[in-house]
């Protein structure tokens, strides 16, 4: 998404990016960002719930209008309606998927490697 944000400001678009990654924002050079915490899959808010999601467009708009420099990351102040680590288990799947399965071990085993050395 910063690439095609980068390609649309060369145009002469500003453009800002809503993230839950402004780590990866910063890194790249998104233009302008708007870090969000709220859980992966709901960067605007919740389902049905128009208000909240007005509110995240809204301070992203503002951070559009007044942002004076390239680069420029701004931390929402908004807050996911309940406890992180229990969204984050009501939308995990009871069984990983197959593929995390056979990869969640390995990558287990990677760190603990890596942590020795």
């Given at each position: 998404m910063p690439v095609l944000a980068r390609t649309l400001e060369a145009h002469g678009l500003s453009t800002i990016l809503v993230t839950m990654m402004p780590y990866w924002a910063e890194k790249v050079g998104a233009p302008r960002a708007l870090a969000i915490e709220?859980?992966?899959?709901?960067t605007l808010g919740q389902p049905?719930?128009?208000?909240?999601?007005?509110?995240?467009?809204?301070?992203?708009?503002?951070?559009?209008?007044t942002a004076v420099a390239p680069g420029t990351l701004?931390?929402?102040?908004?807050?996911?309606p309940q406890p992180v680590e229990e969204a984050i288990k009501q939308w995990q799947p009871p069984h990983p998927s197959p593929i995390i399965a056979e990869l969640a071990p390995k990558f287990r085993d990677l760190l603990r490697q890596r942590r020795r050395h």
């Amino acid at each position: 998404m910063p690439v095609l944000a980068r390609t649309l400001e060369a145009h002469g678009l500003s453009t800002i990016l809503v993230t839950m990654m402004p780590y990866w924002a910063e890194k790249v050079g998104a233009p302008r960002a708007l870090a969000i915490e709220f859980p992966f899959g709901h960067t605007l808010g919740q389902p049905g719930n128009v208000a909240q999601q007005m509110g995240i467009i809204r301070e992203a708009l503002r951070v559009l209008a007044t942002a004076v420099a390239p680069g420029t990351l701004v931390h929402s102040a908004a807050a996911w309606p309940q406890p992180v680590e229990e969204a984050i288990k009501q939308w995990q799947p009871p069984h990983p998927s197959p593929i995390i399965a056979e990869l969640a071990p390995k990558f287990r085993d990677l760190l603990r490697q890596r942590r020795r050395h």
